[in-house]
């Protein structure tokens, strides 16, 4: 052939700015859109080889090699795929935006065949210019008789076109790298490329660094090494769930994500119609509550990495857990890195969703005992998941667990069960077991249970779970004193109760300077306790709310407070003080304080100036003892 000079064939004057700046949203992509069509090549040949169209070599090995030069300053892509004929070269690459994959599909479609083809656009292939000056291609075609062209372009809107040099089936691609494009000389940016977006593909790929150093033993010797691909030409989403092991489950989710902690359990995801979609998805164990944020689910398309956590397809409470799905069904937009909106996606959404909504249902039902031994690590998604998706909290409703302060894990149903007739719909609740320690010796003493919540999404989950069961209420132990816990006291009338009261609540005002302090007295059944503060549930969930709108900023001890001071009559502290109501001392000063300040210390943290206050207080209290004796 006659070597020839011509202009690209496209529908704006000049599409490569647009490629380098606009097309692509990271520059390494080149680098995924060159091996996919490789393995594209490779597929098509062997699909025309399985209908009797192509003759191959019995046992083919086929492949995908990168080699970096640093040299010449030169990447070279080489497949061992079906190659191009002159006029395939002129159809494929001079017109740009003509999509060889999407040709070659529509051909073969009706004919048979598993193999996917990976290409969908026919852009890919120029988004080497990104990082290249020049872009050269030898290719052989399958076809008996093709002659080796030679394809060469400047990043312009020329091109040179004539025989090539290539002896056998196959292409190689060259790039010859802008100085933008020199960090991909570097043998570790290029390996690292590979494994984040090639690591599944179908087809061996290997990474040949020209004139690199030999490695070499302990005693001088080089060391040669079989050449190991870089990918997993089938990974284990891939495989009926059937066919896997729970060790080949665990050795994917370390070898994927780099995380040696064993996931708690995962699910296999399998689905061929109304759509493609293949995955794993793994509940990972958690060390911290803030290890919720650290979930990652990539996404693939045809085995091609795509990007990690797509909202669009992944329901955003799934992205706490780690995974990998595959759907081929994908709507992506030119650069293979964007959805399409497409009615699809919805669907593929909704069937995750489903699919992790009845495997958590599946593990309750049939092997409770771990469930509840995964619930302290599983339970921050699936309440986040139940405050954000409503389909999944109808599906999980049921099976929400709750660690109660015996240590038992119950549903909303069997704690209320196991207290009927002590509680009418009511569950309550600890955030902090040191703080609330006396709280809870109350509530075990009268033979009532509470459960445990102590994260941070709690307050909004059981916020959530009274807005959707009707009648259900949640109060933390120290919102109020349940009757339970209460003696009634026929000795006193109303009208000396009311003037106890008051009497009380002028020593304690001025011994504190808090004159909207409000106080209660009640006759409690035990006689350990002589105060406890009480706040009602909703001033409560406020204070909760502005923290976790980081309104707290504001100085939260200087805003108005439901706070109650509950004094318990049977106390000998406050018996004394009723006996000495009228007689101001020190003393009596000093026992209001201390009572107060304890009571709050079991309430919450005081104030650094209050809690000086209360230690100096106590060791004068102490000094006071030793004197007396």
């Known amino acids: 052939m006659d070597k020839q000079k011509g202009s690209l064939s496209i529908h704006s004057e000049n599409i490569f700015p647009i490629i380098k700046k606009w097309l692509y949203s990271d520059q390494d992509i080149f680098i995924r859109e060159l091996v996919s069509n490789a393995c594209d090549a490779i597929t098509k040949v062997k699909r025309l080889d399985s209908l009797g169209e192509a003759q191959l070599e019995e046992n083919t090995k086929f492949s995908v090699k990168v080699i970096i030069d640093g040299t010449n300053k030169t990447l070279k892509f080489i497949d061992n795929g079906i190659g191009m004929t002159e006029e395939e070269v002129k159809k494929y690459i001079n017109q740009i935006a003509f999509s060889g994959a999407e040709d070659f599909f529509k051909t073969y479609q009706e004919k048979g065949g598993t193999d996917q083809i990976i290409g969908h656009f026919g852009l890919g292939f120029y988004s080497a210019f990104m990082v290249a000056n020049t872009v050269e291609i030898n290719s052989l075609s399958y076809q008996d008789g093709a002659q080796p062209i030679k394809w060469r372009c400047d990043g312009g809107t020329e091109f040179e076109l004539e025989m090539g040099t290539k002896s056998n089936r196959g292409t190689e691609i060259t790039l010859f790298l802008s100085e933008e494009g020199e960090n991909f000389l570097d043998e570790y940016t290029v390996r690292s490329t590979i494994e984040k977006y090639c690591s599944f593909m179908p087809y061996p790929i290997y990474l040949e660094v020209i004139d690199k150093e030999p490695e070499k033993d302990e005693d001088g010797n080089i060391v040669i090494e079989e050449p190991k691909p870089l990918n997993d030409t089938s990974p284990l989403y891939l495989k009926q769930p059937s066919a896997c092991t729970d060790d080949e489950y665990k050795e994917f989710y370390r070898s994927t994500f780099n995380d040696f902690k064993e996931p708690l359990f995962w699910i296999h995801l399998n689905m061929d119609y109304p759509f493609n979609l293949k995955g794993i998805l793994y509940f990972p164990k958690l060390n911290t509550q803030f290890d919720t944020l650290e979930g990652q689910i990539k996404l693939y398309n045809n085995q091609v ?157 059981i916020s959530h779970v009274e807005s959707k069961k009707e009648g259900l209420s949640f109060k933390r132990v120290d919102s109020d004193i349940a009757d339970l816990m209460k003696d009634t006291d026929d000795s006193v009338s109303e009208e000396e109760q009311k003037n106890q009261t008051e009497a009380i609540t002028n020593v304690f005002k001025e011994a504190l300077g808090k004159d909207s302090l409000k106080i209660n007295i009640e006759s409690l059944k035990s006689e350990d306790v002589a105060g406890m503060i009480t706040l009602s549930e909703d001033s409560r969930r406020m204070q909760d709310m502005m923290k976790m709108y980081s309104m707290d900023g504001l100085n939260m001890n200087a805003m108005p407070t439901e706070e109650t001071l509950v004094l318990n009559k049977k106390h000998s502290l406050i018996q004394y003080i009723l006996e000495n109501k009228d007689n101001k001392s020190d003393l009596l000063n000093m026992i209001a304080q201390q009572v107060y300040d304890l009571a709050l210390l079991t309430h919450k943290t005081l104030p650094p100036e209050d809690m000086s206050q209360f230690i100096k207080r106590s060791n004068d209290i102490m000094n006071q003892l030793i004197n007396e004796k």
């Open 305 to 461: 990495f795509i990007a990690d956590n797509i909202k669009e397809v992944i329901p955003e409470f799934l992205l706490l857990l780690k995974g990998v799905i595959d759907c081929p069904d994908l709507p992506l937009n030119v650069s293979r890195s964007f959805l399409q909106n497409d009615g699809s996606i919805k669907k593929i959404s909704d069937y995750i969703t489903r699919k992790v909504a009845d495997k958590l249902n599946s593990l309750f039902k049939s092997d409770r005992e771990s469930y509840e031994k995964f619930w302290d690590d599983i339970n921050p998604f699936i309440k986040f998941g139940s405050i954000k998706n409503a389909k999944f909290y109808d599906k999980v409703s049921n099976i929400i667990l709750y660690k109660t302060i015996n240590d038992q894990y119950v549903t909303t149903e069997e704690y209320l069960a196991n207290l009927e007739g002590k509680l009418e719909n009511q569950v309550y609740y600890v955030t902090d077991q040191i703080q609330q320690a006396q709280y809870i010796k109350m509530l075990k003493a009268h033979d009532l249970d509470a459960v445990i919540l102590d994260h941070t999404i709690d307050s909004a989950f």
